[in-house]
Nanobody, 114 residues
């Protein structure tokens, strides 16, 4: 059983920055691909960024150049550094294990005001 806990969500003005963190339990974190997703009200949940155990990354086009995903296997954490935030980034952000039986965190609210 894996537990994921996100933190760092806040209200921020457009152009500002936030860093989200996801703390994971379990013994297989270091070999698990991790993802950050987001969901705005009335919208589908969408993949924001992904990082493999080897450090390979993927970003959706709308966040490329602004967001950076990273991981610290010694601490069982994955982070999402978000810069140059836009109102359209407003959503609940979720951490996820990219496995067959994936686990989700509880989510953390990010609100970007204009």
């Amino acid at each position: 059983q894996v537990q994921l806990v996100e933190s760092g969500g806040d209200l921020v003005q457009a152009g500002g920055s936030l860093r989200l963190s996801c703390a994971a339990s379990g013994s297989t974190f270091s070999i698990t691909t991790m993802g950050w997703y987001r969901q705005a009200p009335g919208k589908q949940r969408e993949l924001v960024a992904r990082i493999t155990s080897a450090g390979g990354t993927y970003y959706r086009d709308s966040v490329k150049g602004r967001f950076t995903i990273s991981r610290d296997n010694a601490k069982n954490t994955v982070t999402l550094q978000m810069n140059s935030l836009k109102p359209e980034d407003t959503a609940v952000y979720y951490c996820h294990t990219e496995t067959r039986n994936g686990y989700w965190g509880q989510g953390t609210q990010v609100t970007v005001s204009s």
